[in-house]
């Protein structure tokens, strides 16, 4: 299956500090990225959906001014968490896709676990 | 809104024991149904998908038959093994929303020899 990569795999920041995660499509192009936030023991859940060279669509009570998203190329998508605070510590995982309809698979990547001090 | 239920975790099961971990989902149009496994650090993996009713995705031993009459898609192994231990996510798409995924809460699956 097609791979998609995550960096950092985790990452340590003090409050008040901007942490940026980087999700690449290593062998196809991604024109659809999404952007989840897992809770420890809990489901993964939906913050954005990013198309190559357009802004993000972001879900419900997500904040995009502190979670920010940009899908400048096929290949990469960036989440930016700004200003983090410990309440921001999660893991956060990325998935990409060839296609914008729900037939198309998305591939995950292994995900980034943010902790912020 | 679309939703999925999964069956609360964690379960622990003997190697070689029958698994069945239910989901039943609420939608609103047709929705395509996706199991994915998500093992100790790593990140998810499908594992099996259905796109229409009466489909049944198969992978690895595991199924999942696609049933709108009970808006269900329990997955099912005839024997599990050890190595089977992980998350297992349930999920669906609904194709005219831009392919994005609801996700169940997830149920661990602890395999012990």
């Known amino acids: 299956g097609a791979v998609v990569s995550q960096h950092p795999s985790w990452v340590i920041c003090k409050s008040g500090t901007s942490v940026k995660i980087e999700c690449r499509s290593l062998?196809?192009?991604?024109?659809?990225m999404f952007w989840y936030r897992q809770f420890p023991k809990q489901s993964l859940m939906l913050m954005a959906t990013?198309?190559?060279?357009?802004?993000?669509?972001?879900e419900q009570g997500v904040e995009k001014d502190k979670f920010l998203i940009n899908h400048a190329s096929l290949t990469l998508s960036t989440l930016t968490v700004t200003s983090a605070h410990p309440e921001d510590s999660s893991f956060y995982i990325c998935?990409?896709?060839?296609?914008?309809?729900?037939?198309?698979?998305?591939?995950f990547g292994p995900g980034t676990r943010l902790t912020v001090l | 809104g679309n939703s999925v239920t999964q069956m609360e975790g964690p379960v622990t099961l003997s190697e070689e024991a029958f698994l069945t971990i239910n989901c039943t989902y609420t939608?609103?149009?047709?929705?395509?149904l996706f199991w994915y496994v998500q093992y100790p650090g790593e990140g998810l993996q499908l594992l099996l998908k259905?796109?229409?009713?009466?489909d049944k995705g198969s992978n690895k031993g595991f199924e999942a038959t696609y049933r709108k009459e009970t808006t269900s898609f329990h997955l099912e192994k005839g024997s599990v093994q050890v190595s089977d231990s992980a998350v297992y996510f349930c999920?669906?798409?609904?194709?005219?929303?831009?392919?994005?995924?609801?996700f169940g809460q997830g149920t661990e699956l602890s395999v012990k020899p």
């Open positions: 998935s990409a896709s060839s296609g914008t309809s729900g037939y198309n698979e998305q591939f």
């Open positions: 062998d196809f192009q991604a024109t659809t």
């Open positions: 990013s198309n190559e060279g357009s802004k993000a669509t972001y």
């Open positions: 939608a609103t149009g047709y929705p395509s």
């Open positions: 259905a796109t229409k009713a009466d």
């Open positions: 999920a669906l798409s609904d194709p005219w929303q831009g392919g994005k995924l609801i």
